[in-house]
C-alpha cells in the first residue's frame, strides 16, 4: 500500500522527530535542510537525522568534485537525496524495531546564480518575495493529490482526517523519485518547515511573522 501515515501514538507525542542542518558561517555551500521522521520506537527520530546527515555529507563530498552550474547541481541534489533514501531503508531492516521508518526532507541550495529547492514528503520550502510568502514545493499527500484531481477543495483537504497521510517518503521503499524547484533570484527569505508550522498556521499567519 503505498500510503504511509505517521504514527500517532504516544511514542510519537513525546519525541520531536524533526531535524535540521545550516551552514556555518565559513561555508562556501549554502545547503539548508529539515526532515520530519516518522516510525514508531524512535524510528522517525533517526530516519529524519540519517537522511539529514547522509544528504548533507553526500553534496558537501561531491561538491568539489563537478561543475557548478545549475544541472550539475540539480543533479547532485537527486543523487544526495535517492543515495540518504537508500541509506535509512537499508538501515530499518536491520533491526525490527525500526521497520517502517522513514522521512520527509526538504533542502536549499543558494549560490549567487540561482536556488534549488529538493523535496519528499510534506515538510515545506517557501520564499518571500515581493513582501509575499510564497510556497515553493509541493506535498505529497493523499489529500493534495485529491486537491490535485479534482475530488477535494484546499479547504476540504485542510481538514480531512486523512491529511497527514504521506504517498512519498524518504526511506520507506528501495527507490523515491526527488522533486527539484529551481528558484528566481529576487527573494528576501527562505523558509524551510515540517507540518508542525503548516498544520497550526496558514501561509498568511507566517507570512505576518
Avoid: W
Avoid at 538501515?91 to 519528499?120: C, H, P, R
Avoid at 523519485?177 to 496558514?202: P, Q, Y
Amino acid at each position: 500500500d503505498p500510503e504511509m501515515s505517521r504514527g500517532l501514538g504516544d511514542v510519537y507525542k513525546r519525541q520531536n522527530q524533526d531535524y535540521y542542518s545550516i551552514p556555518s558561517s565559513e561555508s562556501d555551500l549554502q545547503l539548508y535542510i529539515l526532515a520530519d521522521g516518522m516510525g514508531g520506537y524512535n524510528g522517525g527520530e533517526i530516519a529524519s537525522r540519517l537522511a539529514a546527515e547522509t544528504t548533507k555529507n553526500y553534496i558537501q563530498n561531491n561538491f568539489k568534485k563537478i561543475e557548478h552550474d545549475k544541472e550539475a547541481i540539480l543533479k547532485l541534489v537527486k543523487d544526495a537525496m535517492e543515495y540518504a533514501n537508500m541509506v535509512v531503508y537499508e538501515e530499518s531492516k536491520k533491526d525490527e524495531n525500526l521497520q517502517g521508518m522513514g522521512t520527509t526532507l526538504v533542502l536549499a541550495i543558494l549560490t549567487k546564480d540561482y536556488l534549488l529547492f529538493g523535496n519528499v514528503g510534506d515538510s515545506s520550502g517557501f520564499v518571500m518575495k515581493d513582501d509575499k510568502l510564497h510556497k515553493v514545493t509541493y506535498d505529497h499527500t493523499l489529500v493534495n493529490l485529491l486537491v490535485s484531481a479534482g475530488e477535494l477543495t484546499k479547504e476540504e483537504a485542510s481538514v480531512h482526517p486523512k491529511k497527514n497521510v504521506l504517498m512519498k517518503a524518504l526511506g520507506a521503499a528501495t527507490s523515491v523519485e526527488v522533486d527539484i524547484f529551481d528558484c528566481d533570484m529576487d527573494i528576501t527569505e527562505i523558509l524551510l518547515s515540517s507540518d508542525g508550522l503548516t498544520n497550526m498556521l496558514d501561509k498568511d499567519q507566517i507570512e505576518k511573522v
